[in-house]
């Protein structure tokens, strides 16, 4: 049965009047959240008190939502656990497989990756000393960057800019054959593109559930082992939460079972409530569905934008197999653009130093939507609507 | 004017019938804090969208809560801020602190620290390699074992099980006058005693809020790092929130301003409203009445219990300014007296391999409460009445 996009729409809260094109930084709320939230507050910590840990089952929910979460990915159930922010777990991911490949040094990255992601290595790297180094290259050299010097290949498949989709099974299989692991960042795919990592060989995949997954702002992150690992991966954040048994606490750390070993402190049971809850919109959604109305909906963008507003320069792949579920345009006032388009209702968001960004997200919305969004688009551009200093003064930028 | 603890008792919604004695492992629902949620998720996220992280306050919760623990925990104004958890954040001091002791490689703690700390350090002595080495001895022997070979004492303030509290600025002064650093955890101090860290000299100090804070299960951590080393203080992990512009997106990692450079990831809004909220109760707490009130209800427990049930031995030190806020008593049987006692609706909790543990917290346990916990303790004890099968059987302890 073709996924009921209608049905998926009618799950969510969105303000009257907002074309909300920034799924991708924020996912919007949906609408079980509420009332999930009240009862874990209400009903769970407020009367079961410390019992919530094992009566409303909170000392499971990170494996629980992971395999919810598996099924998105393509990741085999049982791999994924949920929690810390998405910086903590690329560093997980990263020090454990450095301590994999001993005899390698060298994490190979690329420009168009997330600072956080950049920062995390530079981070574990200093730490390690020893002449551990991030290597970082222009996106499209990656493949060619990939050698028997690389200890591990660290890229986010989706540029948070531009939208460009990495080839995950090609690059991952050319980092196996030079004896390299990598490390997939999720953020820009998971619930946007149909990623698969278990088919794509990623030894680590990592990601975070506030953008297309809807959890809500600073919702926690996952982490994938591929199930070959994951009864040898070493943590390096060995917390009690990833002991084999953390309630003996005994003096010394013994890894738990697989993907538990990876969970580190005390879940953050508020907001992994709430991503639960979030979750349920993916319950009738086949993945092939959503990536075929995200390719739709980001090709009439672009025709739309690319027809009526010649200033704008596409910044984004025109190959919809080579983007993720966001379309990027360009122009030297981006900002001031992206302030009026604010203004008007359709929330993108600017990127600097040029770089409008509109994600796209069939679970809520519709073409329709992209056209209204095309014509705000076009009436703003072809009046200069943005030319004042209203929109063109800076405010601090998120 | 002197602390209102019935103001504070009626902030709380506390199940009928029930004792509860475990503020210490999980702090009951401060009564505000579901309408602060319920704001924080329907009229913030719901309808500001991405504009909640500036609209809202989201991006300066951080630093903004930082501030009001700052002052329970004796700490300056503006060197405090809240992420992540407890072993995250003890990573990071760590980390930071060996860092700034380069010729050194002991990391002097005792068997009495709560063991995720220890994993934590273990975890990152194999990272370092290079003959990084968590030394442990007894807590007792910790001042003997402080010499120059140490680059940082890790200690926890209060001993999860016993109560037993560690002179902080004896140990820290003697750590300095060796040339080591100190690092303080504060999960069962904070606003459970009239904790210093500035007074005390700490380097660094952590702490949870899911305990005497009330933040809710999984709440966030907060991390302190003495004025002194706030500007040059390099941070391990080094994720985007903690640097200087987090959205200019540089490729390369520059630390913050003073602790705005311990965060690391995106903070979680939801867990941080509910936090916020609870530490409304704290605002007409004068922490030395609650340190008085604390050591009043404490003793009261002791003598109670000491004078009608003989077989249960005292497991926490006698000297009230030598333990936290909790009472400990030892009982080969105490698993089962603890099943027991919850059966009677006094809720405390029970740590391998024999100890009875009771959390008083001021802000919600009276005197007469305590006399009732003792009255039905002493009942159970007086009648045998934890010796069913039923109380014998061990559920997976939390």
Do not use: Q
């Given at each position: 049965m073709p996924t009921d996009f209608a049905a998926t729409r009618a799950q969510f809260d969105l303000p009257e009047g907002i074309l909300y094109l920034d799924g991708n930084s924020l996912g919007p709320l949906p609408r079980n959240v509420a009332a999930r939230l009240a009862r874990t507050v209400t009903q769970e910590w407020g009367?079961?008190?410390?019992?919530g840990w094992n009566k409303a089952g909170w000392m499971d929910l990170p494996t629980r939502i992971g395999d919810r979460i598996a099924r998105i990915i393509g990741a085999e159930t049982g791999h994924v656990v949920l929690g810390d922010t998405l910086s903590i777990k690329v560093y997980q991911a990263l020090a454990s497989a450095l301590e994999m490949t001993p005899t390698r040094k060298v994490i190979l990255s690329d420009t168009g990756n997330f600072p956080s992601d950049l920062y995390m290595a530079e981070g574990l790297c200093r730490t390690l000393g020893d002449g551990y180094e991030l290597r970082t290259v222009a996106p499209e050299d990656v493949a060619d960057a990939?050698?028997?010097?690389?200890?591990v290949l660290m890229l986010?498949?989706?540029?948070?800019?531009?939208g460009r989709r990495h080839d995950m099974p090609a690059l991952t299989a050319k980092a196996h054959a030079h004896g390299a692991l990598a490390i997939w960042d999720l953020a820009h795919s998971?619930?946007?593109?149909?990623?698969?990592v278990a088919a794509g060989g990623a030894d680590f995949a990592v990601g975070c559930?506030?953008?297309?997954?809807?959890?809500?702002?600073g919702g926690p992150a996952f982490i994938y082992v591929a199930p070959r690992h994951a009864e040898t991966v070493r943590p390096a954040l060995s917390g009690w939460m990833g002991?084999?048994?953390?309630?003996?606490?005994?003096?010394s750390y013994r890894p738990g079972n697989g993907i538990e070993r990876m969970r580190v402190g005390t879940p953050p049971i508020l907001q992994l409530a709430a991503l639960d809850a979030a979750l349920?919109?993916?319950?009738?959604?086949?993945i092939a569905d959503l990536r075929a109305r995200s390719i739709e909906l980001c090709e009439a963008f672009i025709a739309g934008v690319e027809a009526r507003c010649p200033t704008l320069t596409l910044g984004?792949?025109?190959d919809p197999l080579q983007r993720g579920s966001q379309v990027s345009f360009r122009h030297p006032e981006g900002y001031a653009i992206m302030q009026a388009l604010i203004a008007r209702g359709v929330i993108g968001d600017f990127r600097a130093p040029d770089v409008l960004r509109f994600g796209f997200t069939p679970l809520y919305i519709a073409l329709d939507e992209v056209n209204a969004a095309v014509e705000i688009l076009a009436e703003i551009m072809a009046s200069d609507a943005w030319d004042t200093p209203a929109f063109k003064t800076r405010a601090k930028v998120t």
């Open positions: 009367t079961m008190l410390i019992t990939i050698d028997d010097s690389v200890a986010t498949e989706v540029d948070y800019r531009t998971a619930g946007a593109t149909d990623v698969k559930t506030y953008k297309y997954l809807n959890s809500g702002p002991h084999e048994a953390p309630f003996a606490f005994d003096l349920d919109v993916w319950d009738g959604v086949e984004s792949p025109r």
